[in-house]
């Protein structure tokens, strides 16, 4: 059960110091590249609120592009959180 699983899974976040969160970058306003400052940028609603759980968490935030079919291979194998 997934219940039984969130507490190792957010001791191995902490251990290792970073959260990685796979994204899709095609879905505005949830996630898309915009350029900022010249430089191809990641942004919007679900960067924030990854962010924000990174920050409460005291870890570093990992951002990974996946097209949405390897995006759920990803989560399924591990890669992302």
């Keep these: 059960m997934l219940s039984q699983r969130i507490p190792s899974l957010l001791t191995k976040i902490k251990d290792k110091g970073e959260i990685t969160v796979g994204l899709s970058v095609f879905y505005a306003p949830y996630e898309f590249h915009a350029?900022?400052?010249g430089k191809d940028t990641i942004v919007a609603t679900n960067?924030?609120?990854?962010?924000k759980i990174a920050k409460d968490m005291g870890v570093k935030l990992k951002i990974e592009e996946y097209s949405f079919n390897a995006l759920l291979g990803a989560l399924k194998t591990g890669k992302s959180t």
């Design 35 to 37: 350029t900022i400052d």
């Design 47 to 51: 960067i924030l609120i990854a962010e």
